[in-house]
Nanobody
Framework: QVQLVESGGGLVQPGGSLRLSCAAS????????MSWYRQAPGKERELVAT????????NYAESVKGRFTISRDSGKNTVYLQMNTLKLEGTAVYYC?????????WGQGTQVTVSS
């Protein structure tokens, strides 16, 4: 049974930091590209960051470049999203995604609220 379980969300002030985690199970983690998406209220889901399998190449949305860092630990089957200098527009539900060819798995999401 495939599972992606996100954690680490919460309430943070503008300029603050959070670290999201996504624990994966039920599939060969090292063979999948792992991504974080987010969906703000009233908006479409958007890609935030991706780390590929193999060489671990990282890509980021322009809006988070220089502030967010995605990483993966194959020993723990976990992907992380370190979010620094959070802005008000960072308020969203953040989702973990695993993808390989036609296989596409999603977590249930974790809420991040940036507010003063």
């Amino acid at each position: 049974q495939v599972q992606l379980v996100e954690s680490g969300g919460g309430l943070v002030q503008p300029g603050g930091s959070l670290r999201l985690s996504c624990a994966a199970s039920g599939f060969t983690f090292s063979s999948y590209a792992m991504s974080w998406y987010r969906q703000a209220p009233g908006k479409e889901r958007e890609l935030v960051a991706t780390v590929t399998n193999g060489y671990g190449i990282r890509n980021y949305a322009e809006s988070v470049k220089g502030r967010f860092t995605i990483s993966r630990d194959s020993g723990k089957n976990t992907v992380y999203l370190q979010m620094n200098t959070l802005k008000l527009e960072g308020t969203a539900v953040y989702y973990c995604n695993a993808r390989r060819w036609s296989y596409d798995y999603w977590g249930q999401g974790t809420q991040v609220t940036v507010s003063s």
